[in-house]
C-alpha cells in the first residue's frame, strides 16, 4: 500500500524537532479514527468469541465459530471463491495490463490521453451501477448471448448468473474488466520511467521486443506489479455490493464470498459471533497479503 | 515497519480485548420482554389518538399492490388527518435481507410486512419485536371476519416456538394462490384446451415443446420462484396433510418420501425435456414474466400476486387455473393462503394509531380497493366483483381451493432457515448438480433438526 | 523508440478493442437509458421519469450531504494529523502513526458488524453519524498516511524561513503548508468524495430505516429491486448515481489517477 511513495518516506534521520504539541494535532484524527475503526475491530475480535444472535444474551463460544469457518463446508467455499476471484480480479488484469503497457511503451501511440481516460473509468463508477450494467449483460436475453448468437454460437448462449460452471467466472470478468485498466495505467506510469539506456543497451546486445521485455521492462516495475497486485487482490476480497447486487450468493452457494457472508450471517441470519470472525478471518488474510506482497515488491526495489 | 506494525497491533489488541472482557454482548440487553399480554385497554377511535406519525414498510411494489396501497393510504389519510403515514416500500427480497436489520434499529418502523416464516415472523415474535394483536383482533372484529384457518398461519405461539396457532401477530391483505397462467392465443394455436388433468398438462408440455415454444417461463435467480414450481408440483403426488406439516416444520413429515421423490424427478424431467426456458436460474424474476406477457412461452406458474401486471400486459390473452387434482375429479392442491401479513413492532410508540392503519387497510371497503386494482382480497372475495377477466379466474380458483381446502402452505415458512436452504437446494436440483434424493435429502437435514429441538 | 507500420497498425487495434472492452458496460448502460418501455417515454425525459419514481432527488441530496461532511471532517483532521507526523518528533509518534496505518487496509466488513451493534445500543443507528463518522473514521487513516508523506517530502527551509520570521507552528501549517500541498490536498478530497459517494455497505447497514438518509448508491440497490417495470428507468437511475463522480474525474482524472495509483488500497 505504500510503495508507491515509499521512496519519499525514508529518508535519513527523523523530520522536524521533538514537539509535544504534535499529540494535539494527532488526537482529533486518531480519536474519531480509534472509535470507529480500531475499536470496532477489536470488538469484533471479542465478538467473535461469542455465540450471539445480536438480540438476546449471548453464550460464550471460545474458538467454536473459528472451527466452523474452517469446517463448514459452504464457509470454506466462500474462501475459496475469493481465491479463485483473485485470479480474475489480480492475475488478468496484471497479464492483460503487461501486455497492453508494454505494446503502447514501446510505440509511442498518439491518444494515450485519452486511451487512460478511458480505461480507467470503471474505477470511478459506482460497483452498485457496475452491477446493473453487467446485470443486463448476463441475462439470458442480454447482450452477451445476443453476440454470441451473432457469430453463431448459440448454444454457449445461458444465464451466465444462474450457471453453476459461470456464475462465479461471470463476476469474476467483471472484475477483471474493472481492474485491467488501474493495472494498464499503472503499468505505464512505472515503465514511463525506465531510463531510455537501458533498452539502448539491451538493443545492442541484440535482444528482440520480447528479450527486451523480459530482461529490462519486467524487472524495472517489480514495484508497480507489487502494487497492483495488493490494490486489485485486496479488491477482490471486498466484493460485497458486487455480489449482494448480483447473485446473492447463487446458484446454490456457488458464488458466495467472505464478505458477502459477513453481512448475511449478521444481518439476515442473525449469527453475529460467526460473522464477526468472518470478518477478523478476512482480515488477517488482508493484512497478510498486503505484507507479502509488499515485502516481494521490496526485495525486487533494493 | 510490518514487524512493527505487527507488533503494536497485537498489543493494543490485547489490551482492547482484555478490556471488553467485562461484559457479554447482548447485556445491556436491547430485547424487549416477551410479551406479557398487552394491557386490554386498546381504543379503536384513531381521531382521538392525536398527532401521530406511523412508519410503514411494505413490499407492495408490483403494479396494482401498488395502486391500492397508494390509493388506501390517502384514503387513510383523508379519514384521520392526525396520523400521518410516512410509507416505506421495497421488493420482496429487500424486505427479507432488510427486515431484521430494522426492527432491531432505533427508529424501527412501527408497522412492517413480516413474512409468515419462522426465519422472519417467528425469529421476531421470539425477539420481542413484534406485538400480540390478540386484543385488537377482538376489538375490531378481526377474529370474525377473518377465518381461523387464515388467522392461524399469522399466528404463533408468544414465544415464537410453535407456529399455526397461539396468538396473532400479524393480518394479511390479501390472499395468494399460486397456479399456472396461460396464453390464450398460444394453446389455440397449438391447437390445445387449457388442461384439466396432469395427464392433459403433460401432453400440453410436449406439444408446446415440439412446436418450438418454450412451455414453462421460469426466472430463477432470485432462488425464491422455483419453490412455487416444486409446491404445484408436490400438490401432483403429495397428499395435503403431509405437505402441511412440512411447511409448518411440524414433526411427522417427511421430505424423503416417495411421493416427494416423484415430485422432484418430476421437475428433473421437465428440465430434460427442456421444458423450461434457457437459462432460467440466471434469468430474474421481472424480466421472465415481462417474458411472457411479450409471448415467449405458454404457461407461467406462479402467485396470484402477478394478476395485475400480467392483465395489465395482457389483457384477455391471459388465464389462470389451478393446477389439476392429483387424479381425474378430485381436489387440485396448491400452495397458497394469505400475503405477507402486516404486523405491528414493538418500537412502535403509538400501536393504537399502528391497529388503525391495518384494520384500515383490511376493512370491507379496503377488500372493495384491493379488488378493483386487480388484487386478490384476502377475506369477502365473492362480494367482489373482478376487475376483468383474468381476475375472474384467479378469483375462481381461490374461492374454489379454499372451500375444497386445498390450500397448502409455502415450504419456507417451515424453519429458520427453510428460505435459504429450498432456494438454494431447488437450484442445484434444476442444475442437475444434485439428484433428487440428495436434494430431499438435504431438504430433510434442515427440517429434521428443527423438528427435533 | 521506431517500431513498423505494421506494428503500429496492430498496437492501435488492441488499444481500440480494449478501450470498447471497457467502455462497452457503460456505454451499454446509457444507451439503455434512452431506450423507450413500459413507463419510460424514451429519450432524455427517461431521467426525469427515474428521478420522480425512483426518489432520486432525495437520495442525491443525502449523498451529497454525507460526502461533503465526511471530506471536510476528514481532511481538517488529516492535515493536523499528518502535519503532526511529517514535521514533528514526539514519543510513540511512529507506533501511533502504524497505527492508524492499519486503517487503510481494514475492510469495512469486518468493522461494520460490531459498529452497528454498538452504536445501536447508543441510539445511534439511523442518524447522520452512524452513517458519517465510520467513513470519516476510514478517510482519516488514508489522509493522514497521504498527507504524512507530503509534509514530510515538503521543503524544510521554507518552514525554517517561516519559523525565523516569527511564525507560530499553527500559522506556518495553513499560511505556508496548506498552500504548498494543495495538489495533495486535491487528490486527497477527489478520492475521498469518490469513496464516499460510492460506498454501499456502511450506508445499507447504519441507516436501516431512515428513508432520508438513504444515500444514492443505496437507493439505486433498492429501486432496482423495487422496479419491476423493464430496464430503462433502472438504467437511467444508475446513470443518475454515477454522473457526479464521472464528471468530476472528467475534470480532474489526473488527481484521481495519481491517488488511486499511489496510495490507495481503500474502496
Known sequence: MSSGTGSTTRRAGPP???????????????????????????????????????????????????????????????????????????????????????????????????????????????????????????APDGSLNSLLGA????????????????????????????????????????????PTELYE??????????????????????????????????AALKTFDLIYMTTSGGPGYSTTVPSYEVYRQAFEVGQVGLAS????????????????ITRIGDRGGD | MSRKVLRTTALAGLVG???????????????????????????????????????????????????????????????????????????????????????????????????????????????????????????????QRYPESVRAVSSYSTDGTTFGSGSLFGLPQVGEVVGVFYSRSKLAKLGIQPPTTWAEFDAALATAKDKGEVPLVLGNLEKWPAGHVFGVVQGRYVPAPEIRALGFGQPGGDWTSAENVKAAQTLVDWVDAGYFNSGFNGQDYDPAWQGFTKGEGVFLIAGSWLQADLSAAMKDDVGFMLPPPSEAGGTAVTTGGTGLPFAITSKAENKDAAAAYINFITSPDAMKVLAENGNLPVVETSQQTAPDALGKDVYA?????????????????????????????????LAKKVSPADALATLQKDYAEFTSK | MRVSGSERLANYAILMAFAVFALYPLVGIVAAALQP??????????????WEIGRFGSYLRASA???????????????LAGFAFGTMRFRGSEALFYVMLIGIMVPAEAIVVPLFFDLRALGLTDTFWALALPQVAQSVAFGTFWLRAFFRSSNRSIIEAARLDGASTWRILWQVLVPLSRPALVTLVVLTFMWTWNEFLIPLVMVPTNESLRTAPLGLGFFSGQYTQGFSLLAAGAVIVAVPVVVLYLFLQRHFIAGMLEGAVRD
Open chain 1, 201 to 234: 543497451a539491451a538493443r545492442l546486445d541484440g535482444a528482440g521486443p520480447v528479450r527486451e521485455f523480459l530482461s529490462v521492462t519486467l524487472p524495472s516495475v517489480r514495484a508497480e506489479i507489487a502494487v497492483a497486485l495488493t490494490l486489485t487482490v485486496i
Open chain 1, 151 to 194: 457469430v453463431g454460437l448459440d448454444s454457449w448462449a445461458r444465464g451466465w448468473l444462474g450457471d453453476y460452471t459461470f456464475a462465479l467466472p461471470a463476476v469474476g470478468v467483471v472484475g477483471t474488466w474493472l481492474e485491467s485498466g488501474l493495472v494498464t495505467v499503472l503499468l505505464l506510469a512505472g515503465m514511463s520511467r525506465i
Open chain 2, 17 to 143: 480485548v482484555l478490556g471488553l472482557a467485562a461484559c457479554t454482548p447482548g447485556s445491556g440487553g436491547t430485547a424487549a420482554p416477551s410479551q406479557p399480554a398487552p394491557n386490554a385497554s386498546v381504543t379503536t377511535d384513531a381521531a382521538s389518538l392525536g398527532n401521530v406519525t406511523l412508519t410503514v414498510w411494505d413490499q407492495e411494489v408490483r403494479g396494482g399492490q401498488e395502486k391500492q396501497m397508494s390509493t388506501l393510504i390517502s384514503q387513510f389519510q383523508q379519514a384521520y388527518p392526525n396520523i400521518k403515514i410516512e410509507r416505506v416500500s421495497r421488493s420482496f427480497d429487500d424486505l427479507t435481507k432488510t427486515l431484521r436489520l430494522a426492527l432491531s434499529g432505533k427508529d424501527a418502523p412501527d408497522v412492517v410486512q413480516a413474512n409468515n416464516t419462522r426465519s422472519q415472523m417467528g425469529a421476531f415474535v421470539t425477539a420481542g419485536e413484534l406485538v400480540n394483536l390478540d386484543p385488537w383482533a377482538k376489538a375490531y372484529g378481526w377474529d
Open chain 1, 16 to 138: 522536524g524537532e521533538p514537539r509535544r504539541v504534535g499529540y494535539l494535532f494527532v488526537l482529533p484524527a486518531f480519536a474519531v479514527y480509534a472509535a470507529f475503526a480500531l475499536y470496532p475491530l477489536l470488538k469484533a475480535v471479542y465478538l467473535s468469541l461469542w455465540h450471539w444472535d445480536g438480540l438476546t444474551l449471548a453464550t460464550w463460544a471460545g474458538l467454536s465459530n473459528y472451527a466452523d469457518v474452517l469446517g463448514d463446508e459452504r464457509l470454506r467455499g466462500a474462501f475459496a471463491h475469493a481465491l479463485v476471484l483473485m485470479v480474475f480480479f489480480a492475475v488478468l488484469p496484471l497479464l492483460v495490463g503487461l501486455l497492453l503497457a508494454a505494446v503502447l511503451h514501446r510505440a509511442k501511440v498518439r491518444g494515450l490521453p485519452f486511451f487512460r481516460t478511458v480505461v480507467f473509468l470503471p474505477q470511478v463508477v459506482a460497483m452498485v451501477v457496475i452491477a446493473v450494467a453487467w446485470r443486463r449483460i448476463y
Open chain 3, 37 to 50: 418501455d413500459t413507463q419510460a417515454p424514451g429519450g432524455l425525459a427517461n431521467f426525469g421519469q427515474a
Open chain 3, 65 to 79: 450531504l454525507v460526502s461533503v461532511f465526511v471530506v471536510a471532517v476528514s481532511t481538517v483532521l488529516s492535515i
Open chain 1, 277 to 292: 470472525t468472518i470478518g477478523v478471518v478476512l482480515t488477517v488474510i488482508i493484512f497478510a497479503i498486503s505484507f507479502v
Open chain 2, 397 to 429: 380458483a381461490f374461492d374454489a381451493v379454499s372451500r375444497a381446502d386445498g390450500l397448502v402452505p409455502y415450504l419456507d415458512w417451515a424453519t429458520p432457515t427453510m428460505g435459504d436452504t429450498l432456494g438454494a437446494t431447488l437450484q442445484d436440483l
